[in-house]
Protein backbone atom coordinates (compact mmCIF):
# COMPACT_ATOMS: atom_id res chain seq x y z
CA UNK A 1 0.00 0.00 0.00
CA UNK A 2 1.18 3.77 -1.11
CA UNK A 3 1.85 5.84 2.30
CA UNK A 4 -0.54 8.55 2.76
CA UNK A 5 0.63 12.14 1.97
CA UNK A 6 1.75 14.14 4.52
CA UNK A 7 1.45 17.22 2.86
CA UNK A 8 -1.17 18.24 0.21
CA UNK A 9 -0.22 16.90 -2.51
CA UNK A 10 -1.77 19.83 -5.00
CA UNK A 11 -2.24 23.30 -4.12
CA UNK A 12 -4.98 25.95 -5.92
CA UNK A 13 -4.40 29.58 -5.31
CA UNK A 14 -6.75 32.12 -7.32
CA UNK A 15 -5.92 35.52 -8.20
CA UNK A 16 -7.05 38.35 -10.34
CA UNK A 17 -8.74 35.74 -12.49
CA UNK A 18 -5.68 33.25 -12.70
CA UNK A 19 -6.24 29.94 -10.73
CA UNK A 20 -2.92 28.76 -10.20
CA UNK A 21 -2.46 24.74 -9.92
CA UNK A 22 1.24 24.04 -7.73
CA UNK A 23 2.23 20.20 -7.60
CA UNK A 24 3.02 20.03 -4.43
CA UNK A 25 5.32 16.58 -3.36
CA UNK A 26 8.66 18.40 -4.03
CA UNK A 27 10.74 15.55 -2.31
CA UNK A 28 9.75 13.46 -4.99
CA UNK A 29 10.07 16.10 -7.42
CA UNK A 30 6.28 16.29 -7.83
CA UNK A 31 5.77 12.37 -8.76
CA UNK A 32 2.20 11.40 -9.87
CA UNK A 33 1.00 9.94 -6.81
CA UNK A 34 -2.64 8.55 -6.68
CA UNK A 35 -3.69 11.31 -4.51
CA UNK A 36 -2.12 13.80 -6.55
CA UNK A 37 -3.98 12.85 -10.10
CA UNK A 38 -6.82 12.89 -8.24
CA UNK A 39 -6.59 16.30 -6.74
CA UNK A 40 -5.21 17.22 -9.57
CA UNK A 41 -8.45 16.50 -11.71
CA UNK A 42 -10.57 18.02 -8.72
CA UNK A 43 -8.86 21.45 -8.90
CA UNK A 44 -9.31 21.31 -12.79
CA UNK A 45 -12.88 21.03 -12.86
CA UNK A 46 -13.31 23.31 -10.02
CA UNK A 47 -11.11 26.12 -12.03
CA UNK A 48 -13.13 25.40 -14.65
CA UNK A 49 -16.44 26.16 -12.78
CA UNK A 50 -15.33 28.70 -11.74
CA UNK A 51 -16.30 32.18 -13.40
CA UNK A 52 -13.61 34.30 -11.97
CA UNK A 53 -11.15 32.69 -13.09
CA UNK A 54 -10.63 33.10 -16.53
CA UNK A 55 -6.42 31.04 -16.86
CA UNK A 56 -5.21 28.25 -15.17
CA UNK A 57 -1.55 28.13 -14.90
CA UNK A 58 0.00 24.77 -13.58
CA UNK A 59 3.65 24.50 -12.05
CA UNK A 60 5.76 22.83 -9.50
CA UNK A 61 6.92 23.36 -6.12
CA UNK A 62 10.65 22.61 -5.08
CA UNK A 63 13.63 23.15 -6.53
CA UNK A 64 14.21 20.53 -8.63
CA UNK A 65 11.73 20.36 -11.34
CA UNK A 66 7.74 20.63 -13.03
CA UNK A 67 7.34 16.84 -12.37
CA UNK A 68 9.63 13.75 -12.52
CA UNK A 69 6.70 11.78 -13.81
CA UNK A 70 4.92 8.67 -12.61
CA UNK A 71 5.54 7.73 -8.76
CA UNK A 72 7.04 4.09 -9.76
CA UNK A 73 6.72 2.72 -5.77
CA UNK A 74 2.69 3.23 -6.81
CA UNK A 75 2.79 1.33 -9.96
CA UNK A 76 5.97 -1.16 -9.57
CA UNK A 77 3.43 -4.05 -8.93
CA UNK A 78 0.03 -4.86 -10.84
CA UNK A 79 -2.17 -7.50 -9.03
CA UNK A 80 -5.03 -6.77 -11.52
CA UNK A 81 -5.05 -5.62 -14.91
CA UNK A 82 -9.07 -4.76 -14.74
CA UNK A 83 -8.33 -2.67 -11.39
CA UNK A 84 -5.37 -0.81 -13.08
CA UNK A 85 -7.86 0.06 -15.66
CA UNK A 86 -10.30 1.53 -13.15
CA UNK A 87 -7.81 3.63 -11.59
CA UNK A 88 -6.49 5.01 -14.81
CA UNK A 89 -10.20 5.80 -15.64
CA UNK A 90 -11.31 7.57 -12.39
CA UNK A 91 -8.51 9.84 -12.10
CA UNK A 92 -7.86 10.30 -15.88
CA UNK A 93 -6.12 13.64 -15.71
CA UNK A 94 -5.50 13.79 -19.58
CA UNK A 95 -8.95 13.51 -19.78
CA UNK A 96 -9.83 16.08 -17.17
CA UNK A 97 -7.34 18.49 -19.26
CA UNK A 98 -9.20 18.27 -22.41
CA UNK A 99 -12.57 18.84 -20.71
CA UNK A 100 -10.98 22.62 -19.76
CA UNK A 101 -12.03 25.17 -21.82
CA UNK A 102 -9.86 28.22 -20.35
CA UNK A 103 -6.06 28.66 -21.69
CA UNK A 104 -3.71 26.34 -19.43
CA UNK A 105 -0.23 27.69 -19.27
CA UNK A 106 2.66 25.47 -17.79
CA UNK A 107 4.95 26.71 -15.61
CA UNK A 108 8.27 24.47 -16.00
CA UNK A 109 11.57 24.27 -14.40
CA UNK A 110 14.18 21.70 -13.66
CA UNK A 111 12.97 17.46 -14.34
CA UNK A 112 9.99 17.76 -17.04
CA UNK A 113 9.87 13.73 -17.46
CA UNK A 114 7.47 11.26 -18.35
CA UNK A 115 3.92 12.14 -16.97
CA UNK A 116 5.14 15.17 -16.03
CA UNK A 117 6.10 16.19 -19.80
CA UNK A 118 2.29 14.95 -20.36
CA UNK A 119 0.77 17.09 -18.30
CA UNK A 120 2.46 20.02 -20.48
CA UNK A 121 1.74 18.57 -23.23
CA UNK A 122 -2.26 19.16 -22.13
CA UNK A 123 -2.11 22.68 -21.86
CA UNK A 124 -2.08 25.36 -24.31
CA UNK A 125 1.43 27.35 -23.72
CA UNK A 126 4.29 25.47 -22.60
CA UNK A 127 6.60 28.12 -20.76
CA UNK A 128 10.56 26.82 -19.41
CA UNK A 129 13.29 27.91 -17.29
CA UNK A 130 16.75 28.01 -19.26
CA UNK A 131 17.30 24.57 -16.94
CA UNK A 132 14.75 22.64 -18.05
CA UNK A 133 14.71 19.30 -19.23
CA UNK A 134 12.50 17.30 -20.72
CA UNK A 135 12.05 13.80 -21.67
CA UNK A 136 9.65 10.30 -21.52
CA UNK A 137 11.65 7.43 -19.67
CA UNK A 138 8.67 5.18 -20.45
CA UNK A 139 10.35 2.89 -22.76
CA UNK A 140 13.52 2.33 -20.86
CA UNK A 141 10.69 0.75 -18.05
CA UNK A 142 9.10 -1.93 -20.01
CA UNK A 143 6.31 0.41 -21.13
CA UNK A 144 5.05 3.51 -22.52
CA UNK A 145 3.51 7.08 -22.44
CA UNK A 146 0.14 6.76 -21.15
CA UNK A 147 -0.88 10.04 -20.31
CA UNK A 148 -1.35 11.09 -23.97
CA UNK A 149 2.27 11.37 -24.96
CA UNK A 150 2.21 9.62 -28.20
CA UNK A 151 -0.59 11.27 -29.02
CA UNK A 152 -0.28 15.04 -28.12
CA UNK A 153 3.80 14.98 -29.35
CA UNK A 154 3.73 14.26 -32.21
CA UNK A 155 1.18 16.99 -32.77
CA UNK A 156 2.99 19.50 -31.38
CA UNK A 157 6.84 18.69 -32.42
CA UNK A 158 5.63 16.31 -35.52
CA UNK A 159 6.61 12.59 -36.15
CA UNK A 160 9.85 12.18 -36.57
CA UNK A 161 10.69 14.45 -33.48
CA UNK A 162 8.42 12.64 -31.37
CA UNK A 163 9.08 9.23 -32.40
CA UNK A 164 12.94 9.67 -31.77
CA UNK A 165 11.93 11.16 -28.10
CA UNK A 166 9.80 7.82 -27.64
CA UNK A 167 11.91 5.74 -28.68
CA UNK A 168 15.38 6.77 -27.44
CA UNK A 169 14.37 8.20 -24.28
CA UNK A 170 16.65 10.76 -24.54
CA UNK A 171 16.39 13.88 -22.88
CA UNK A 172 16.01 17.31 -24.83
CA UNK A 173 17.25 20.69 -22.90
CA UNK A 174 15.14 24.29 -22.97
CA UNK A 175 16.94 25.36 -25.71
CA UNK A 176 16.19 22.63 -28.06
CA UNK A 177 12.42 22.29 -26.64
CA UNK A 178 12.28 25.67 -27.89
CA UNK A 179 13.74 25.26 -31.11
CA UNK A 180 11.16 22.33 -31.55
CA UNK A 181 7.97 24.01 -30.58
CA UNK A 182 7.93 21.79 -27.18
CA UNK A 183 7.72 25.07 -25.29
CA UNK A 184 7.17 28.22 -27.11
CA UNK A 185 8.90 30.98 -24.38
CA UNK A 186 12.55 30.54 -22.64
CA UNK A 187 12.86 32.89 -19.41
CA UNK A 188 16.05 34.39 -19.08
CA UNK A 189 16.09 32.74 -15.58
CA UNK A 190 14.63 30.52 -13.18
CA UNK A 191 13.68 33.13 -11.24
CA UNK A 192 11.98 35.07 -13.98
CA UNK A 193 9.82 32.50 -14.90
CA UNK A 194 7.16 32.99 -12.46
CA UNK A 195 7.29 37.09 -13.29
CA UNK A 196 7.21 36.26 -16.49
CA UNK A 197 4.10 33.70 -16.44
CA UNK A 198 1.97 35.75 -14.51
CA UNK A 199 2.52 38.79 -16.67
CA UNK A 200 1.23 36.84 -19.80
CA UNK A 201 -1.75 35.24 -17.32
CA UNK A 202 -2.69 38.81 -16.26
CA UNK A 203 -2.84 39.53 -20.11
CA UNK A 204 -5.03 36.73 -21.13
CA UNK A 205 -6.86 36.99 -17.75
CA UNK A 206 -8.04 40.71 -19.04
CA UNK A 207 -9.41 39.64 -22.08
CA UNK A 208 -12.83 38.26 -22.95
CA UNK A 209 -13.21 34.56 -21.59
CA UNK A 210 -15.55 33.68 -24.32
CA UNK A 211 -13.50 34.59 -26.97
CA UNK A 212 -10.51 32.88 -25.27
CA UNK A 213 -12.38 29.34 -24.79
CA UNK A 214 -13.53 30.12 -29.10
CA UNK A 215 -9.85 31.02 -29.55
CA UNK A 216 -8.91 27.81 -27.84
CA UNK A 217 -11.62 25.72 -29.67
CA UNK A 218 -10.92 26.62 -32.83
CA UNK A 219 -7.02 26.15 -32.57
CA UNK A 220 -7.40 22.81 -31.03
CA UNK A 221 -9.79 21.34 -33.81
CA UNK A 222 -6.80 22.66 -36.42
CA UNK A 223 -5.20 19.31 -35.64
CA UNK A 224 -8.01 16.91 -35.91
CA UNK A 225 -10.52 18.28 -38.95
CA UNK A 226 -9.62 18.99 -42.51
CA UNK A 227 -9.78 22.88 -43.84
CA UNK A 228 -13.01 23.34 -44.72
CA UNK A 229 -14.55 21.93 -41.65
CA UNK A 230 -12.18 23.66 -39.54
CA UNK A 231 -13.24 26.99 -41.66
CA UNK A 232 -16.76 26.13 -41.00
CA UNK A 233 -15.72 26.16 -37.20
CA UNK A 234 -13.81 29.21 -36.95
CA UNK A 235 -17.06 31.35 -38.91
CA UNK A 236 -19.31 29.56 -36.72
CA UNK A 237 -17.28 30.82 -33.02
CA UNK A 238 -16.58 34.45 -34.74
CA UNK A 239 -20.43 34.46 -35.49
CA UNK A 240 -21.28 33.62 -32.35
CA UNK A 241 -19.07 36.23 -30.63
CA UNK A 242 -20.19 39.72 -32.50
CA UNK A 243 -23.22 39.64 -29.81
CA UNK A 244 -21.37 39.12 -26.79
CA UNK A 245 -21.31 41.97 -24.37
CA UNK A 246 -17.26 41.94 -23.82
CA UNK A 247 -16.72 41.87 -28.38
CA UNK A 248 -18.96 44.85 -28.50
CA UNK A 249 -17.64 47.33 -25.36
CA UNK A 250 -14.35 46.45 -26.82
CA UNK A 251 -15.22 47.46 -30.37
CA UNK A 252 -16.99 50.45 -28.90
CA UNK A 253 -13.50 51.33 -27.11
CA UNK A 254 -11.27 50.72 -30.53
CA UNK A 255 -13.76 52.60 -32.26
CA UNK A 256 -13.54 55.96 -29.92
CA UNK A 257 -9.66 55.74 -29.70
CA UNK A 258 -9.39 55.21 -33.60
CA UNK A 259 -11.75 58.60 -33.78
CA UNK A 260 -8.77 60.58 -31.66
CA UNK A 261 -5.98 59.16 -33.22
CA UNK A 262 -4.76 58.36 -36.83
CA UNK A 263 -5.43 54.42 -37.49
CA UNK A 264 -1.64 52.95 -37.54
CA UNK A 265 -1.15 51.51 -41.36
CA UNK A 266 -0.35 48.30 -39.62
CA UNK A 267 -3.67 48.12 -37.87
CA UNK A 268 -5.57 44.66 -38.13
CA UNK A 269 -8.74 44.57 -39.64
CA UNK A 270 -11.09 41.53 -38.15
CA UNK A 271 -12.13 39.08 -41.01
CA UNK A 272 -14.97 36.87 -41.41
Not at 21 to 31: E, F, K, T, V, W
Amino acid sequence: MPEAESVEPILVDRTAGIGWIRLNRPRQINALSLALRSDFCTALAELQADRDVHVIVISGNGERGFCAGADIKEFAEVHSLTEARQARAVVSWSAAMERVTKPIIAAIHGYCLGGGLEIALGCDIRMASPDAVFGLPEITLGQIPGGGGTQRLARIIGLGRAMDMVLTAERMSALEAKSCGLVTRVSESRDALEYDVRTLASALASRGSAALAFAKEATKASTDVDLPSGLRLEGDLFTLLMSTPERMAAAKAFQNKSNRAPLPLTAAVAGG
